[in-house]
């Protein structure tokens, strides 16, 4: 079984910076593609950043240019690097892995709990 776990949520001026950090544990062999969405009170999920296993990245435009995902393999953590926030960034931010496990080699698809990213003066 395969946990998600995100953190590094919180309360931030507009113009302020967070990192957000996606961390992987349990029986795992790979950690592929992983994608971070948040979902705004009233508003439909929507994807933030993408990285895939060869470290390729795509962002969405709201943010592009702002916010930079990156990962450590080593530790099978994916961040996301947010500079420049508004309120609008304001949601709840979400990581979404594709891990594959040890023993059976099978591709299980994994959501982290969320975290709260509340920009505001």
């Known amino acids: 079984q395969v946990q998600l776990v995100e953190s590094g949520g919180g309360l931030v001026q507009p113009g302020g910076s967070l990192r957000l950090s996606c961390a992987a544990s349990?029986?795992?062999?790979?950690?592929?593609?992983v994608v971070w969405y948040r979902q705004a009170p009233g508003k439909q999920r929507e994807l933030v950043a993408v990285i895939t296993s060869g470290g390729s990245t795509n962002y969405a435009d709201s943010v592009k240019g702002r916010f930079t995902i990156s990962r450590d393999n080593a530790k099978n953590t994916v961040y996301l690097q947010m500079n420049s926030l508004k309120p609008e960034d304001t949601a709840v931010y979400y990581c979404n892995a594709d891990v594959v496990t040890m023993g059976t080699m099978t591709h299980e698809n994994s959501w982290g709990q969320g975290t709260q990213v509340t920009v505001s003066s």
């Open positions: 349990g029986n795992i062999f790979s950690v592929n593609d």
